[in-house]
T-cell receptor
Framework: AQTVTQSQPEMSVQEAETVTLSCTYD???????LFWYKQPPSRQMILVIR??????QNATENRFSVNFQKAAKSFSLKISDSQLGDTAMYFC???????????FGAGTTVTVRA | EPEVTQTPSHQVTQMGQEVILRCVPI?????FYWYRQILGQKVEFLVS????????KSEIFDDQFSVERPDGSNFTLKIRSTKLEDSAMYFC???????????????FGPGTRLTVL
């Protein structure tokens, strides 16, 4: 089984500021896929961003961007211009090629303060 | 925007009873999944389903669990004889294709909170 580690259980950020969430993973695969999902208090899982390991360019979705460091097996998420609606649990997830399941990290709770 | 739906949002049952959790995947998706999240813990994979059969299942998915696609739209998870430890949030997900390409991204439903008393 793949191991996904999120070392920050909780983070707090002031509205309009930037916060970076860390994620590391363990794999012997050369090609794979990484995801960040957001889980607000409603508990729905919402896809935030996706990164293919063969792509060197870091993925970006509006205020969300990743710093993918393949050699270090690191996949951090940066939330810029934080908004109150960004308050949620954020999960990092890994998927191997030719596999059907996501392996999730333990999650990081982000609280955006007004 | 198409989305995965799940019913009920909350199910309360007595230990030993059977429950069926229902999901309607996104209409053009072909792969379906169930995950669960025990309160305070990480999301865990249960099973994946394609072409009317299980593609992969985890060690959690034992004989008391089963999945079915009874018609062209619904995808169900049945727990035959519930235990206290089955209390969790159950998420259904779907993807266009199973292989990990741009179309393989899994989209999740809002979840069903199962409480076993």
């Amino acid at each position: 089984a793949q191991t996904v580690t999120q070392s920050q259980p909780e983070m707090s950020v002031q509205e309009a500021e930037t916060v970076t969430l860390s994620c590391t993973y363990d794999t012997s695969e050369n090609n794979y896929y990484l995801f960040w999902y957001k889980q607000p208090p409603s508990r729905q899982m919402i896809l935030v961003i996706r990164q293919e390991a063969y792509k060197q360019q870091n993925a970006t979705e509006n205020r969300f961007s990743v710093n993918f460091q393949k050699a270090a097996k690191s996949f951090s998420l940066k939330i810029s211009d934080s908004q109150l609606g960004d308050t949620a649990m954020y999960f990092c997830a890994f998927m191997k090629p030719n596999d059907y399941k996501l392996s999730f990290g333990a999650g990081t709770t982000v609280t955006v303060r007004a | 925007e198409p989305e995965v739906t799940q019913t009920p949002s909350h199910q309360v049952t007595q230990m030993g009873q059977e429950v069926i959790l229902r999901c309607v995947p996104i209409s053009n998706h072909l792969y379906f999944y169930w995950y669960r999240q025990i309160l305070g813990q990480k999301v865990e994979f249960l099973v994946s389903f394609y072409n009317n059969e299980i593609s992969e299942k985890s060690e959690i998915f034992d004989d008391q669990f089963s999945v079915e696609r009874p018609d062209g739209s619904n995808f169900t998870l049945k727990i035959r004889s519930t235990k206290l430890e089955d209390s969790a949030m159950y998420f259904c997900a779907s993807s266009e294709i199973g292989r990990t390409s741009g179309q393989g991204t899994q989209y999740f439903g809002p979840g069903t909170r199962l409480t076993v008393l």
